[in-house]
């Protein structure tokens, strides 16, 4: 994630800042020229400036900045269904919930990948991207809890994700050693770009040869996985546990650890924080302008990522904390994140 400066004054501001604490102006996220902008209180750019809808739920800080007729903003308006905001502690859920989504939707406009409005798509379900945001207590009575999860585009996170102890049983149940809102929205948009990517643009044969058969049945696999557990090789292959369940899976939590490193690599830079691993390849990512979402090849961001991750693991580590990157980037997870890397690579050039 870069520093941005408020246009008015030039202090450094952040992605989710709403106000400039220097010259107190409001502050807006333009997603078309991925910059922010200080609007001054009576000024003729606060008539002119147009914040997303959702601006007045205090859940959004971008601008509409497209003419876009809904009044939501690039992210917002793939928004299918959100919680009764007349609940309040729906309301914060929900707000965490956008934060999260916004630092996602970054990731996807600096990759410059394809972003179809599932509503305006057309065509076959399958077509589009959408979210619905739900509470088990919205639902019917009697029905199923809400699952985290992807269906045809549309992505469901259930929103009682958004509080720390929910969050933190459910990361503990199922064994994660990493479980958060970004965490869930880069994998489950994983299986979006499945579809878009994958099996419409590139075809299957190389996916398979990475990655193997996805048309083994998927419920089975994951009924197996959850009853027999990984099998005892499976650090040498994957990513994480919940990798070995299902070539989908494996290919989703890949694709969630490339945008891991990619967007924490450049928060990494824009604070100036490099490690000089040693010479050779890894010179290529420490020169100053260097950019990890234009980087032409996988093996700079590796050869930056992993010294950066033992360094800050051993800081956490001495303050008593749980690592910052608990995973260990195996010769053939290195080789799913390079395919990765082309997959997306190829798609911003098309």
């Known amino acids: 994630m870069r520093l941005f400066s408020c246009s008015l004054c030039g202090n450094t501001v952040y992605f989710d800042n709403r106000t400039c604490l220097s010259c107190q102006a409001r502050l807006g996220f333009r997603p078309s020229r991925m910059d922010m902008i200080g609007i001054e209180a009576g000024s003729q750019e606060e008539r002119e400036v147009q914040f997303c809808a959702n601006a007045v739920h205090d859940a959004c800080n971008w601008v509409v900045d497209d003419g876009d007729a809904s009044g939501l903003c690039r992210a917002c308006r793939h928004n299918l269904v959100i919680p009764d905001l007349a609940n309040p502690r729906h309301l914060d859920n929900w707000r965490r919930i956008e934060d999260a989504k916004r630092v996602l939707f970054y990731s996807l406009l600096r990759f410059a990948l394809p972003l179809a409005i599932k509503t305006e798509a057309g065509g076959d379900e399958g077509e589009g991207l959408g979210f619905q945001f739900l509470a088990d207590d919205d639902t019917p009575h009697n029905s199923a809890p809400v699952l985290t999860g992807h269906d045809k585009g549309c992505i469901t996170l259930n929103i009682v994700e958004a509080e720390d102890d929910e969050r933190e049983a459910r990361r503990v149940a199922l064994g994660e050693p990493f479980r958060t809102l970004v965490g869930h929205f880069r994998h489950e948009i994983a299986h979006y770009y499945w579809d878009v990517l994958v099996r419409i643009r590139d075809g299957l044969d190389g996916f398979r040869t990475i990655f193997g058969d996805e048309r083994e049945d998927y419920a089975a696999a994951l009924k197996r996985h959850y009853?027999?557990?990984?099998?005892?090789?499976?650090?040498?292959?994957?990513?994480?546990?919940?990798?070995?369940?299902?070539?989908?899976?494996?290919?989703?939590?890949?694709?969630?650890?490339?945008?891991?490193?990619?967007?924490?690599?450049?928060?990494?830079?824009?604070?100036?924080?490099?490690?000089?691993?040693?010479?050779?390849?890894?010179?290529?990512?420490?020169?100053?302008n260097f950019d990890p979402y234009r980087a032409e090849a996988l093996a700079p961001l590796i050869d930056a990522w992993i010294p950066l991750t033992v360094a800050v693991n051993s800081i956490n580590r001495s303050m008593g904390q749980p690592d910052f990157y608990p995973f260990v980037l195996s010769q053939p997870v290195i080789e799913k994140l390079d395919y990765i890397h082309g997959l997306i690579h190829m798609s911003s050039r098309a």
């Open 227 to 288: 009853q027999q557990g990984p099998p005892q090789d499976w650090e040498s292959r994957f990513i994480s546990a919940y990798a070995s369940s299902h070539p989908w899976e494996d290919f989703a939590e890949c694709f969630a650890h490339y945008i891991h490193i990619v967007d924490a690599l450049e928060t990494a830079f824009v604070f100036g924080l490099r490690l000089n691993p040693g010479k050779g390849k890894a010179d290529l990512a420490l020169h100053e």
